[in-house]
């Protein structure tokens, strides 16, 4: 799976977008873009993913770049349930999509 | 639906003794990932089982292994306890295994603390 590099940490206020940015420069062209989420003492929750394509769902929407070497998970309207580690996975899917691979992510505290 | 569920969720341990870790799946899936996370390595992915079969595995050793039985439930067992063993060992299910990709369902986890 190629690597992902995230930010450590972004801070965003309670009602505005988080903008988490994933740098994928080495994926390959087979390779899905996914983005999880782990609130403390939780197990991992899926957001979204994409090829290609910018995708929105009811969480979240993902903005993948034309060369495909970054991408962007906006939470459009934060509250302080996304306060949560955030993590950018790059995956081929099909046989190989039960062993992800988890970087650090990126911790989110959303503020009053 | 019920959600993946994990058993038992805390256990404590001694250096040495072994564990069971037990896992069921969303009703239908048939694919279970097996994940370690500890506070310096994060989350590790340990092995995948479809079919009764594993599937993936991790670079973990061969004191950590797992099975599959025909209702899809599953099971790891770590062996010979360490102290670097204490973790957050983690259940994910899929539906099916090499279609496309969707999500993985994570269960709430089960607390291992080696003494």
């Known amino acids: 799976d190629a690597k992902t590099t995230q930010p450590p940490s972004m801070d965003c206020a309670e009602g505005r977008a988080a903008n988490l940015p994933c740098n994928h420069s080495t994926i390959s062209g087979n390779e899905y873009v996914y983005w999880y989420r782990q609130i403390h003492s939780q197990g991992p929750q899926y957001i979204i993913h994409?090829?290609?394509n910018n995708e929105t769902n009811e969480m979240a929407s993902l903005i993948i770049t034309e060369d495909r070497k970054s991408s962007t998970l906006i939470l459009p309207h934060a509250t302080l349930r996304d306060t949560a580690v955030y993590y950018c996975?790059?995956?081929?899917?099909?046989?190989?999509?039960?062993?992800?691979?988890f970087g650090q992510g990126t911790i989110l505290t959303v503020h009053p | 639906k019920a959600g993946v569920t994990q058993t038992p969720r805390y256990l404590i341990k001694t250096r040495g003794q072994q564990v069971t870790l037990s896992c069921s799946p969303i009703s239908g899936h048939r694919s279970v990932s097996w994940y370690q996370q500890t506070p310096g390595q994060g989350l590790q992915f340990l092995f995948e089982y479809f079919s009764e079969t594993q599937r993936n595995k991790g670079n973990f050793p061969g004191r950590f292994s797992g099975r599959q039985f025909s209702n899809s439930r599953s099971e790891m067992n770590v062996s010979t306890l360490e102290l670097g063993d204490s973790a957050l060992y983690l259940c994910?299910?899929?539906?099916?295994?090499?279609?496309?990709?969707?999500?993985?369902?994570f269960g709430e986890g089960s607390r291992l603390t080696v003494l």
């Open positions: 994910a299910s899929r539906w099916d295994w090499g279609t496309p990709p969707k999500e993985l369902f």
């Open positions: 994409g090829l290609k």
């Open positions: 996975i790059v995956n081929a899917g099909g046989t190989s999509y039960g062993k992800l691979t």
